[in-house]
């Protein structure tokens, strides 16, 4: 069956959503470890720290890619699951008292509030190492031959290490209270949101079937959302509140930290995610309709209020 027929809203990119959202749901609720297992404390707080939460952007871009690139759904779930366990790894290593110092996370404790700073270590440890098992294990990957799995397992390494996600964390680090050039605020979030937003691009069409230009244009689709969705944190962190944001609102002004807004203005903000936005629809001309999802994933990353 279908899914359009399984889900009469699955043509409208509300409906998209909630399906995928609800594949996503369902396949982390699978590669998690079960909350029984020993240690049963570390996969209560690693299923606490993932499921029932979060905009899940990072699936629903590597299934929107693997639309693209006529991947099997099943491929991309895994996929999927990958990615966002490397990036709810990284919230919760985020918000700990050494780094950003958070208490709420998605309207909710965050991991070393509602257990304990050790644990909310661990759960990071473990959900990067869990990651990497979904690639080189997961039976929803069968489709695939060794060499696309291996790819699938170095984009991911590449966005979340030390060129990629961890890097521009420890650039962030090192700048707060510091002056900081656009140049260097832009290569800094290439590093720590962009690349993860990159990866799961290029994972959903590692999934499937891209030749070099059709990369090439999903790898300027990325640059563009990922650099975007940066821009538009920075100005929610200013005009939104903290109940509508599901985390402290404002912290980046407390903390000292250069951001798009400190550096540009809220306006000149505006506009450069305007215009990200343009140059990412510029670059899935060459995909059609294939493209649509991606598109509007990209509308819903400058559009958003939380």
Excluded at 53 to 82: I, Q
Excluded at 169 to 175: P, V
Excluded at 294 to 304: F, K, S
Aim: overall charge negative.
């Amino acid at each position: 069956m279908s899914e359009s027929r399984q889900n009469p809203d699955a043509g409208d990119f509300a409906g998209w959503m909630r399906a995928r959202g609800a594949r996503t749901e369902q396949a982390l609720e699978a590669e998690l470890p079960a909350v029984d297992a020993v240690p049963a404390r570390l996969h209560d707080a690693m299923r606490y720290a993932v499921l029932g939460g979060g905009k899940r952007v990072r699936p629903l871009l590597v299934h929107a890619a693997g639309e693209v690139a006529g991947a099997a759904p099943e491929a991309c779930d895994a996929a999927a699951c990958a990615v966002e366990m490397i990036h709810a790894y990284s919230l919760v290593h985020d918000d700990m008292p050494c780094m950003d110092d958070d208490d709420l996370r998605r309207g909710r404790p965050t991991v070393h509030k509602a257990y304990d700073e050790a644990t909310a270590l661990l759960v990071g440890d473990a959900l990067q190492t869990q990651a990497f098992m979904v690639l080189a294990e997961s039976a929803s990957l069968a489709s695939l031959d060794a060499a696309a799995r291996m790819r699938l397992v170095a984009e991911l390494a590449r966005a979340s290490g030390s060129v990629g996600m961890a890097g521009g964390q420890a650039i962030d680090l090192q700048h707060v209270g510091l002056a900081m050039s656009l140049d260097e605020l832009e290569a800094m979030h290439r590093m720590k949101t962009g690349a993860l937003l990159r990866a799961s691009v290029r994972m959903g069409a590692c999934c499937g079937s891209v030749d070099e230009a059709g990369l090439a244009a999903l790898d300027r689709y990325a640059a563009a959302v990922g650099l975007a969705f940066q821009v538009v944190d920075d100005i929610l962190d200013v005009t939104a509140d903290t109940a509508t944001l599901g985390k402290t609102a404002g912290k980046d002004a407390a903390n000292d930290k250069p951001t798009y807004v400190s550096l540009m203005g809220l306006e000149p903000a505006r506009e450069l995610a305007a215009k990200l936005r343009a140059t990412a629809h510029e670059a899935l001309a060459v995909f059609g309709a294939r493209a649509k999802r991606l598109g509007e994933l990209a509308d819903l990353i400058v559009l958003r209020s939380n």
